[in-house]
Every structure is written in structure tokens, then in C-alpha cells.
């Protein structure tokens, strides 16, 4: 048992401390939430545009071409792998970009496959409101706009917090596809640590104990900003 512990610590030396080889993973977490937090701000903005453009088409058949440009890009983005649209935006669309521009061309395309699922999440928040919200607004003078930016979407974010939260945790695990065009996030780090120490349990496991602590923080946090908004509507 002690020459079993003892091999056990020297292989946790050699595949995290020796040679520096901590500061690989160190690297492939800041990359790893760089491209996540940086996607999910990109696709919560998209969400949100792609969301009202289907509330409004809904009432105003103007909007009718957007509507369909909206549905369109759902259905194209829910409807294709990731890491295929993840090439494409790569191989194809920036093709001509050297590899300085790996991380926000990944950065740019989870964005843009995290904005339909957001979409989808925001717009059936704004439909949970009930609609005598809208009105009462509207005849207190507001406009169309200010209704919906000042009374009916901040009572959605409190309905579809939870399933952003799941969305941001999606993402951050949908990062480990980002080696195919050449980004050392975390699965990446494994693999280069691997390679080097002819090891393959070790590193695995250190990533994967990475993105569990990851999940688990953002988990509590999801929590405590729930309790929080709950506690603001018992005022």
C-alpha cells in the first residue's frame, strides 16, 4: 500500500507540477471560460434580438421577413453539430485569418450556436409573463419598446434564469470541442500533457476535476441568485 501511494503521488508530480506543466492547465482554463463567457455574451445578445423579433411577428405581420430569417437561423444552428459549425466559421468563413485568430473565431461561433438556443429560452420567458402586464403598460403611455424593455423582460429573466444558467453550463462543456481547429483548451491540455508523461488516466482526470468544480461553482451561484430573486418578490 505505501509503494502504491507512493507511485500514485509521483504520477500526480509528473503530470501536474513537473516541468510547470500546471501552467498548461492554467492556460486551457483561462481559454476554456475566455471562450465560454465571451460566447454566451454573444448569444445572449443574439437571444435576445431573435426572441423579440418572434413577439413582435407574432402581432405585427410586417415583421413577417425577419420572422422568417429568425426561423430560419434556428433551425439551421439547432439543426447542425457545434463543432461542424465550428469548422465552417474556421475553415471556411475565416479562412484567410491566421491561427492568432483560433480563440475568437471559436468565441464567435458558440456565440452564434448558444443565440438559438437563447432564443428560444427568452422568448418563451416573455411569453410566461401574463399579458395583462403588457397592457397595463400601455395604458399608462409606454410605448411598445419601454414595456417591454422596463416591465415584461425583467420579470422574464426571472422565469428563464435557471435555463440560462443551463445553457452557460452547456457551453463551457461544449468548449472541449474547440481542438479541432487547434485551440489548447482544457481536453486539449490532456492531451499535450499525455504525449509528454505517457499518461493518459491522470490528465483526464485533472480536466475532468476542472469542469466539475466549474459546474458545481456555477451551480451555487445559479442557486444564491435564485434564493436572492425569490427573496425580492416576498417584499
Given at each position: ?37 465571451g ?22 405581420k410586417g ?20 463543432v ?12 484567410s485569418?491566421?491561427d ?14 448558444s ?19 403588457t ?35 452547456a ?64 417584499r
Amino acid at each position: 500500500m505505501p509503494m502504491q501511494l507512493l507511485t500514485l503521488q509521483e504520477e500526480l508530480y509528473t503530470n501536474i507540477i513537473a516541468d510547470g506543466r500546471y501552467l498548461l492547465y492554467l492556460e486551457g482554463l483561462r481559454n476554456t471560460l475566455f471562450m465560454a463567457l465571451g460566447g454566451v455574451i454573444i448569444g445572449t445578445v443574439i437571444g435576445v434580438l431573435i426572441a423579440i423579433i418572434k413577439v413582435y411577428a407574432a402581432e405585427n405581420k410586417g415583421l413577417a421577413p425577419l420572422n422568417w430569417l429568425a426561423n430560419v437561423y434556428i433551425g439551421l444552428i439547432r439543426g447542425t453539430p457545434v463543432v461542424v459549425q465550428l469548422m465552417i466559421f474556421y475553415y471556411v468563413v475565416f479562412a484567410s485569418a491566421d491561427d492568432t485568430w483560433a480563440i475568437p473565431v471559436a468565441m464567435l461561433s458558440f456565440g452564434i450556436n448558444s443565440g438559438a438556443y437563447v432564443a428560444e429560452i427568452i422568448r418563451a420567458g416573455i411569453l410566461s409573463v401574463d399579458r395583462g402586464q403588457t397592457e397595463a403598460g400601455r395604458s399608462l403611455g409606454l410605448s411598445q419598446n419601454v414595456t417591454m424593455r422596463y416591465i415584461v423582460l425583467p420579470q422574464a429573466v426571472k422565469n428563464i434564469l435557471p435555463a440560462l444558467f443551463n445553457e452557460f453550463i452547456a457551453l463551457v462543456k461544449e468548449t472541449s470541442v474547440a481542438p479541432m481547429i487547434a485551440v489548447r483548451e482544457l481536453t486539449m491540455v490532456s492531451t499535450v500533457i499525455k504525449s509528454r508523461t505517457f499518461n493518459a488516466y491522470v490528465p483526464l482526470l485533472a480536466v475532468a476535476a476542472i469542469y466539475l468544480v466549474i459546474v458545481l461553482g456555477l451551480t451555487a451561484l445559479q442557486k444564491k441568485m435564485e434564493g436572492r430573486l425569490r427573496v425580492s418578490d416576498q417584499r
